[in-house]
Nanobody
């Protein structure tokens, strides 16, 4: 059974930092692409950052230069380091695991940035 558990969210002032973690189980972690998405109230879920099984990454334009995604295959964990946070980064952040024929989601962690 696939399980993704996010942690590390919270309340932070604008300009601050947070590090999100997503621990995975029940999957061949190293084989999949891992991504972070976010969904703000009244908005659609959007891709924030992704890291492929080969370590290649891509980011939404809105977070380039501020966020870094990384993965530790030995710990079955993906991270999102978020620096220089802005009020518009406020959202529920979800991690996603993807391989062909399987896409799984965590339950999300709330990030609130006060201005």
């Amino acid at each position: 059974q696939v399980q993704l558990v996010e942690s590390g969210g919270g309340l932070v002032q604008a300009g601050g930092s947070l590090r999100l973690s997503c621990a995975a189980s029940g999957i061949i972690f190293s084989a999949g692409a891992m991504s972070w998405y976010r969904q703000a109230p009244g908005k659609q879920r959007e891709l924030v950052a992704a890291i492929r099984s080969d370590g290649g990454t891509n980011y939404a334009d809105s977070v380039k230069g501020r966020f870094i995604i990384s993965r530790d295959n030995a710990k079955n964990t993906v991270y999102l380091q978020m620096d220089s946070l802005k009020a518009e980064d406020t959202a529920v952040y979800y991690c996603n695991y993807w391989v062909v024929h399987l896409s799984s989601w965590g339950r999300g962690t709330q990030v609130t940035v006060s201005s």
